[in-house]
Structure formats: C-alpha cells, structure tokens
C-alpha cells in the first residue's frame, strides 16, 4: 500500500470525520436553540393513542410501508428508499472496515454481500436521478444540492462497489478515489440535504408526540378494504386500502 | 434594489416565530416528492407543478435558508434560498399560501420524514397577515372575529334573537317550556358554544341541538358572549386572534362555573378550542372539553335520549374534516354515532385521517378569488362522494358543510349534505311529547312566505330564477328586478315586505341602491337581505353611514338557509314592530 492510500484511510478519514462530528454538535447545538413549542391541549382521541406511541409508531412509520398512502401506493419506491440506505450503511460501513478490521472482508459472503449492496444502491441512485431530473414536479423541487448530493452518493457507490474487495492488483486509484470521496462526502454532508438523518429523530418525535396526544397516531389497522377503483381522474383513490382505526 | 419594509419585517418576524417544530420541518425536507400525491390539488391539477406540497413548502424554505440557515446565507444558490424582496413578492406569496393549500394536513401524513408543511403554511400566513398582505375575506373575517367575538359578524341582539326564536320553536314543537334555551346559567354541567353558521344561516342546528339537551335533561346553557367556537386565527396564522377567541370561550366559561364545554359539529372549532386554543392562549383550561358528537353518543349509550334508526331513510356516507380527524383523531365515534341514528351507511374511500380535504378547509370559502382553482381542486372530492353511491354526505363540519355544498352543486351531483346533530335530532324520539295545540299545528304546517310579497333584485336571471322559485314554492308574491333604478321603483310602487338586494351589478351597484333605500323617507324602513358572492364586499355594506341591512346571504345560496334566514328576518322584525 502506498503512502498516499494510507494517509487517504486513516489520518484523511480521521479529520474528516472529527470535522463531521463537530460541525454535527454545532449543528445539533443550533437546532436545540431553537425552543420547542409547548403543548397544552389535553388528550383528545382514542385511550390507546398517547404521546408515547405516537413518538414510537412516528419513528418506525418509516419502516411500515403499509402505514403511509405515500408508501403504500408506492412500494417499489419504498423499496428502492430501503435499498439505496442499504447502500449507505454498507459504504459506510466499508470505510471503518478497509482501515480497521480488513479481516472481516475474509469472511465469507460478506464481499459479494457488501457488492450486492452498494452496486443495487448505485442503480438505484441512477434511476432516482433519471426520476429526479425527468419529471416535471421533481425537478420543481430540486436544487443543486438535490441533484448534487444523489450524484455524489451515486459515483460514491459505484467506487465502493470496487473498492469491497480491498485490493491494489489493479491499482489503487479504485480504493484512493473511493476514500477521497468518502471524506469529501464527511465534509459536505453538514451542509447539504443529507443532514436530514439529523433532524428525522426530532421531526418525528415531535409530529409523533402531538398526533399520540390527538388521537392520531398510530394508525391502527384492521381490516384493509379496497377502495373503489377507476375514479376518473383522480389516480390516487384506485386501490388505495383505507386504514381502519379499532376503536379502544 | 433596497428591500421592501414589509418584507423586511416579514423575514424579522419569522425569526421570531421559529420554534423547534417549524425548524425541523424546514431543514428537514429531502425533496423526495412522497408527499406530491397526496396533495388533492395536485390530483386535480396535475400538469402544474407548484402544487406541490414540497414546492409550496420551499416558498418559506427559501427566506428561512437565506437568514437562518448556514449554506443558504453562503451559497444560497446552490439550496435555493432567496428573500422576498418586494411587495409584490409578498402577494405572490400570498396566492401560494392562501390560494394553494387548504391546510388539510394529508401532505403531513404522507412525508416519511415528519415534515408539517401544513403547520409552516399557517406560519407564513401568519407572517403576511401580520404586515397586512391576505386575501380581502381573510382581512374581513378576522376584523369581525376581533371586533364583534365572532367571525361572521353577527351581532350580539342578533344572536340572542336567534337562539330565542328558537327557542320559541322549539317550545311549541314539543310542548314543553322546560324545553326553552337558558342563555348565561350558572352553575351548568354544560355550556354549548356554536358555530357563528349556526346563528346566521342554519338556526335549525342550534334548536336541534336544543331539543338533543331537553331530551336528555342536560344542565346546560348557551352563553351570551364567547359563543362562537371557531377561530380564524387557525386560518389566518394568526396567533394573536387565536389566544383572543379562544380566550373568551375559555373564562366565559369560567364565569359561567360550566363544568364542560360541549363544542357543536365544527372540525376547526374542535381544533381550536380544544387543541391550539390553550396554547395560542397560554391558557391552562380547568375544565373538560368535547365535541357535541361525544355528548350525543354518551346520551345514547346512558340511555339519556332514545333513537330510532328508521325515521333516517336516506342512504349515507360520513366525509371527516381534516380538523376532527387528521388534526384530532376524531373518527369512531361520528361512525358509531351515525350508525345509531341510519342503517344505510356506506363508508367512503380513503377515509379517516386519509381522507381528502373537502377542498374547503383553511377559511378556504372566504378567499372568493381562489374559488376557480378551489373548485378545480373539488374534483378528487366530488369523484369520491360519487363512488359511494348514497344520497346524503354526513359531516362534522360546518366548514364541510359549506365545502361539500358548493362542490356538489358545481360538479351536479344528486347528493345532500347533513350534520349528525341533524339526523339525531331528526330520529328522535320524545316520550312525553306534549299535545300540540290544533292552532299551533296549523301555523307550522303553513307555508313559511304566505301572504309575503318580496322583491328579488338580482342583474343574474339564473340567480333571480333561484331564488324567486324558492320563495315562490314556499308561498311567497315575487317581483323581480335586474337592476336598482328598476327596484327602487318597484319599491315605491309595490311595497313589498322584504328585499333580497345583490351586491354586484352592472350599473348602480347593490351598496349604492342600499343606500338610497336607507336615505329615501319612504323606503328607509324597508327590509332587506344582502346577497353576495363576495364576502368582502359585505364591509362596503357595513361601513356606510346608514342603518344596517337585516340580514346578508353568501352566494352560492342555498335553499333551506336562504328560506331560514329570509324568515328570521320577517319574523324578528315582526316582532320588534
Ligand atoms: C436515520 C437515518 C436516515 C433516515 C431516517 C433517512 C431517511 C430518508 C428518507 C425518508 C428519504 C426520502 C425517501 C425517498 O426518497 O423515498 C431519504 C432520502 C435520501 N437519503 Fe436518507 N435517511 C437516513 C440516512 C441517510 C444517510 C446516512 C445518507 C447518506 C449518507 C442518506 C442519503 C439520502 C439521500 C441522498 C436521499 C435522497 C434520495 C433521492 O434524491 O432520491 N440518508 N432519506
Ligand atoms: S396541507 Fe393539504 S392542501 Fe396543503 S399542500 Fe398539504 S395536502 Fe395540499
Ligand atoms: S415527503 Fe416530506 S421530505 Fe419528501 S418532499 Fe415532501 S415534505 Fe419533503
């Protein structure tokens, strides 16, 4: 291993990650500043909705795609969203592995895993891109930094795809490159979207802990009935299941 | 370019409103578009991006990002963050947060991310109102809400006319003085407050109501002032009015020593009063609330009042408002109270805290330049109310009430709309009714305009049609003008007892005809019924130097409160004469 790839594994990631950790307590520090607003409603709803399951049933809503419309109607999408963070936690996790427990990679399966992983991710971030940039509404809402950071992560998979198996036989610019990026990406993120895992904690607990306190959340389900279909004009309503709250 | 003064203090404002909650759902956004379907004026409107939930959302988004926010204040390009920097600015703003959402929350619920974009539109439309940029109704509603307690301008007399009118009615509809409405009791167990709709145009709710408590043999009474349990504050963003509504129902409650205050079908009255009310107020409530839909389920249950299914033929569906059900998680118990009072329910789809907006919501019927677009967006809705096949779409809304009516008539659907208390009422039944005099029947069974003569000014020929049929059928003598020099004439010639005036018509306009009817010595005493599409032309009425009209009518009219109202007017004024 050249020196250089060595610097771009260890003291690189060091910094930038020390520099990520301390540009989230600023942040985190900045966000608290801000006072949450106090709630005096008394409960409203059914007994078994309280704030507590809501916080609870907000936090995990993310991994019920049965739970939102949004998700529900959309479970490739949904799909894709699990997959792509799958990618995330696998690249990441590359970036611990490489430098620190290089031997974890002689287990078996775990190469082909961590490839099937971030390579599945990469597609993903080319087709989200295509979505991204395609349609009309979502290239309303993007921003530079919309688009930017998809491109990122994108190229970022696609270079963790080739650096999982740790080897310089090829060359090391795979490896070099993907431990660059991966600090350039510890940089950027506290300033870009991808800080929203950041806030998701405290977004949902607070929507959670009103809706839990309103009768609102969770959502209960019992029994799924279709929705009229072929409602002309309005996609949405076909083959919607309606949630059905039980009654405490 | 200097930066507008008004903008400026838009951007200082927000930055004293941020809360935790709010900054979350800005910096939280992914721009993932999840929440873009959900939206149903994106459904109706799909070709037109700045629907969008997110979209709209970005409008704040961007000032917070150019002020609050790091990148934004570096390289605002590159996150979209940008001021408002002119007047003109604010107003398109306006139209974004006004005209483009109704607050309905359904976005909220679809974000996998816990973004409250509705709960941040309210913020910005606080900011705008709070530099005096809203829509006309807006500006007019909540002068009223301020001025008079109550946001559809009924005046105090008026009010207690009303609820004493119906309690005459009610009196003689069962025979029973016990039934008569106590107004500022002490010591109740309940104190009833009502949407200012019910006074103005759908007194039959408040007698309804009434006749639910008598049955029941409820403590209760109606209060004189902080009747009114809605709140524009919701609406307008306005904290300040909101605490101050709210506020006046809470200690007159106190005053009152109610132990509960029982709120009438009203989604964003519920929410107000129950939910934000105690926090815009900084108010610690020490006594219980609940939505009138409860007491009446509970009296049910307890046996207090009997039902019969039967008397309720029609088939029905229930439409939730986004206030009762998305907002408050009030959805069993209308479903179960309306399957103790019909046995044709028919659910619709999605429901609940999915369920659409009625495209109404927000004070959505007092902004009348958005009624195109509003009424566009109607669509998803009346496409739902028509997949359910039934006959009657029951609510717990007035605001729904008022939605739901004007998207049915718009899109001709074969439909009604009711409240439970309506149907309640209606399947009720009184034991120990007592024998209604043979004369007193005769009067009830008479036709409500017999023997009236009344002169319907309109320049619209189907409006004139409208209502010279409906009070035609209802017994009336209807003459009928296009224009004011045409009325005042037939005025001085024909003597009719009531006038029915639009405001809006070629020529000399209805505010300059009212004022001449007022000035003339021979008309001034005449009676007359504002109509209006336009709410906020209603002040231009309000403030002329004369004495006011009797009563004023929205468009699009409906004909069971066009007929109530015209009423009320012959028969309080009769009894002031
Ligand atoms: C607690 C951890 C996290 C949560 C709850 C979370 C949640 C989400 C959600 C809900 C979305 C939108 C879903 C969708 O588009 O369908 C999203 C999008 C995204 N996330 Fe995360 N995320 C997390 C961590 C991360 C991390 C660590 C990264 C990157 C390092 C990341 C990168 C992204 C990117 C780039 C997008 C946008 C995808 C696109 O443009 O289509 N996320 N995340
Ligand atoms: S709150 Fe309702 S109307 Fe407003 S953007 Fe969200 S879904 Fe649309
Ligand atoms: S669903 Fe939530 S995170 Fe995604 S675009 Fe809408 S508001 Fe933003």
């Known amino acids: 291993m050249s020196e250089q790839l060595h610097f771009a594994e260890h003291t690189l990631q060091e910094v930038a990650l020390g520099f990520m950790a301390l540009v989230y307590c600023i942040r985190i520090y900045w966000f608290t500043r801000f006072t949450a607003g106090k709630e005096r409603q008394p409960p409203t709803g059914p007994a078994s909705t309280t704030p507590r399951k809501g916080i609870l049933f907000s936090w995990g809503i993310i991994g019920m795609p049965w739970a939102m419309e949004s998700s529900r109607k959309n479970m490739f999408m949904w799909l894709q969203f699990v997959l792509f963070h799958m990618g995330v936690v696998a690249a990441i996790g590359l970036s611990f592995i490489i430098p620190y427990l290089p031997e974890v990679l002689a287990i078996a399966g775990v190469i082909p895993t961590l490839q099937v992983l971030t390579g599945t991710a990469c597609v993903i971030g080319v087709m989200r891109m295509i979505r991204r940039l395609g349609g009309k509404h979502m290239r309303a809402i993007s921003t530079p930094d919309d688009v930017f950071s998809l491109l990122l992560l994108t190229v970022w998979f696609a270079f963790a795809f080739q650096a999982v198996p740790n080897s310089t036989a090829n060359g090391e610019w795979q490896l070099m490159t993907y431990f660059w990026m991966t600090a350039f990406f510890l940089v950027y993120v506290p300033f870009s979207k991808i800080s929203h895992y950041l806030y998701y904690p405290f977004t949902r607990y607070y929507l959670g802990k009103s809706m839990g306190r309103r009768g609102v959340f969770p959502f209960e389900r019992g029994q799924p009935q279709a929705a009229p279909t072929g409602t002309p004009g309005a996609p949405a309503l076909a083959n919607v299941g309606a949630i059905q709250r039980v009654k405490a | ?101 109704t607050n309905c929350r359904r976005c909220t619920m679809n974000c996998p991310m816990g973004v409250d974009f509705a709960t941040f539109n309210r913020l910005t439309r ?112 306005d904290d300040e009015l909101g605490g101050t509504v709210s506020r006046r129902v809470y200690e007159k409650a106190q005053a009152l020593r109610a132990k509960k205050v029982v709120i009438s079908e009203c989604g964003h009255g519920y929410r107000s009063t129950l939910c934000e009310g105690a926090n815009w107020a900084q108010f610690d409530v020490d006594f219980v609330m609940e939505s009138s839909v409860q007491t009446m389920l509970r009296y049910i249950k307890e046996g207090k009042i009997k039902v019969d299914k039967s008397l309720n033929i029609s088939s ?86 008022d939605g739901l009516t004007d ?56 409006a004139r049609r409208f209502i010279a049929t409906v009070l035609e059928d209802n017994g009336a003598t209807v003459l009928q003008a296009v224009d004011g020099d045409e009325a005042l004439q037939m005025m001085r010639d024909k003597k009719p007892d009531l006038v029915t005036l639009d405001l809006s018509m070629p020529g000399k306009d209805g505010g300059r005809v009212f004022e001449e009817i007022r000035n003339d010595s021979e008309l001034s005493g005449a009676r007359v019924c504002i109509i209006t599409g336009k709410p906020e032309l209603r002040r231009l009425i309000y403030e002329r130097p004369v004495r006011e009209p009797e009563g004023y009518i929205n468009k699009p009219i409906q004909e069971d409160v066009l007929v109530s109202n015209l009423r009320r007017i012959l028969e309080l004024t009769n009894k002031a004469a």
């Not at chain 2, 956004?29 to 969008?52: I, K």
């Not at chain 2, 009434?210 to 004189?224: C, D, H, L, Q, V």
């Not at chain 2, 919501?361 to 195109?372: C, F, H, K, L, W």
Request: with cysteine; charged share 25%.
């Open chain 2, 1 to 101: 370019m200097e930066r507008s003064y008004k903008a400026q203090k838009v951007i200082d404002r927000l930055g004293q409103k941020l809360n935790r909650q709010v900054v979350g759902s800005l910096v939280a956004c992914v721009h993932c578009g999840n929440c873009t379907d959900s939206c149903h004026y994106v459904l109706a409107n799909p070709d037109d991006p700045t629907y969008a939930p997110a979209w709209k959302g970005d409008r704040l988004r961007k000032i917070f990002k150019k002020h609050f926010d790091w990148t934004g204040r570096v390289v605002p390009w590159w996150v979209g963050a940008k001021s408002p920097e002119t007047d003109a600015d604010l107003e398109e703003l306006k139209d974004i947060v006004f005209g483009k959402c």
């Open chain 2, 126 to 237: 606080g900011l705008l109102v709070h530099v005096g940029i809203m829509p006309e109704g807006v500006a007019v509603v909540s002068k009223d809400q301020w001025e008079l307690g109550n946001q559809m301008g009924v005046l105090k007399e008026d009010y207690i006319d009303t609820v004493e009118w119906m309690s005459d009615e009610l009196v003689d509809e069962v025979g029973d003085d016990k039934a008569a409405i106590p107004i500022d009791k002490s010591d109740v167990e309940v104190m009833y407050t009502i949407n200012p709709r019910e006074a103005k145009y759908d007194p039959r709710t408040i007698s309804d109501a009434a006749k639910i408590f008598w049955a029941a043999g409820e403590s209760y009474t109606m209060p004189s002032e902080g009747w009114d349990m809605t709140n524009f504050g919701l609406f307008s963003g």
């Open chain 2, 316 to 401: 029905y569906t229930y439409h939730d408002s986004c206030n009762f059900a998305r907002s408050c998680g009030m959805t069993e118990e209308p479903r179960e109270l309306l399957n103790l009072v019909v046995s044709d329910f028919r659910e619709m789809y999605p429901n609940r805290a999915e369920n659409y907006c009625c495209t109404g919501g927000g004070g959505a019927m007092s902004m009348t330049e958005y009624t195109p677009q509003r009424l566009k967006s109607a669509r998803v809705k009346a496409d739902q109310l028509k997949a359910t096949g039934a006959k009657v779409v029951v609510t717990s809304c007035h605001n729904c009430v």
């Open chain 2, 407 to 462: 998207l049915i008539k718009h899109y001709g659907l074969d439909m009604e709309v009711t409240q439970l208390v309506n149907l309640v009422a209606n399947s009720l039944l009184v034991e120990k009714a007592a024998e209604v005099p043979e004369a007193e029947h005769a009067v009830s069974t008479t036709l409500a305009f017999a023997g009236r003569t009344i002169l319907v000014v309109d320049d619209e020929a189907d």
